[in-house]
């Protein structure tokens, strides 16, 4: 026997009262009465399941402009740290926010505040920093040591001397300088690596190791730079005011 939707219609009420529950239309909006007669509005379960992750900037780009689903909302694109960056849509009329895409950067574990052995550090800092004149400097220190040479270093506190080999037999003092600008990569890699200050220390047993000394201000700038990337990228989705970059 074929149900008309009248009929079909009247048994999902039913089957609502049976269980104590009856939905109800306010404002345009749908609310059911449950078992105990509050009433509970009915939010529709279409909102993304699962976040998109990625891992670099021009992913992240090249997804959020093929979103042509999206195309009638409005994107925020939110810089969380140097390292992370998220995609929302605006809240919807049930004050709720998909999250539709996330990207982490893939960076190095670079060994900071602690003392490694001058092979280590010498390929940590090849490795895993951008080159710079004081990154170069380090690495001619390091590279040249002998452990007797570290034993002889004058120290003030603040800065140290050694002396290093300079030639087949010649030794000449070199004065580390203190504190350094690196550039780490820590970030990342289609913006440029931000530098920032460090304390380089030596001690016994041909050990040395590199020290923060900005106070964590290297975030901010990699964040704007991750920012002023990401405007210029979307400079037309920004335009049309279908994109907004925050950080």
Known sequence: MDMTTETIEKIQELSLQAAGEKIQIVDGQNYYIDSVGDLCLMKPENLANKAISLSTLTGLVDLVKNMKERDDQKLFVRVESPTTVNVFTALDSYGRREWLAESNATTPNIQ??????AEKLNIMLQSQFVQSEDRDIILKVIGNLK???????S?????????????????SEVKVPNPVELSPYRTFLEIEQ??????????????GAIFGADGGAWKIDAMNLIKEYLENEFSNEIKAGHVVVVA
């Open 194 to 207: 931000p530098s920032s200050k460090f304390i380089f220390r030596m001690r016994k047993g041909m050990q």
């Open 155 to 171: 120290d003030d506190g603040v800065s140290q001397s050694v002396t290093v080999q300079s030639g087949v037999a010649n030794v």
């Open 112 to 117: 900071f505040s602690y003392f490694i052995d």
């Open 147 to 153: 452990e007797e040479n570290v034993r002889k270093a």
